[in-house]
């Protein structure tokens, strides 16, 4: 469940943020399929993708984490 929350979570910032499923899996530097499979929650993430993500996203890891 805690998967499905974070491919939620990094989805939503990802297109506030106007990047295309193709462009931030480059920027991150993984494939599409794998960032496709971390937001629809079939994969958790590491660590390190999380401070990737946040990097690459502008955004605090209590911002990505946050539930409002």
């Known amino acids: 469940m805690e998967e499905l929350l974070w491919g939620r979570r990094i989805r939503a910032f990802r297109k506030l943020k106007g990047y ?3 462009e931030f899996a480059r920027l991150l530097g993984i494939s599409v399929s794998v960032l496709g499979e971390i937001e629809r929650g ?4 590491s660590d390190e993708f ?3 993500v946040t990097s690459v996203l502008g955004v605090t890891f209590e ?3 946050s539930i409002k």
Request: charge should be neutral; proline fraction near 8%; charged fraction near 30%.
């Open 20 to 22: 295309t499923q193709e």
């Open 50 to 52: 999380l401070n990737n």
């Open 42 to 45: 079939n994969r958790k993430p």
């Open 63 to 65: 911002e990505l984490t």
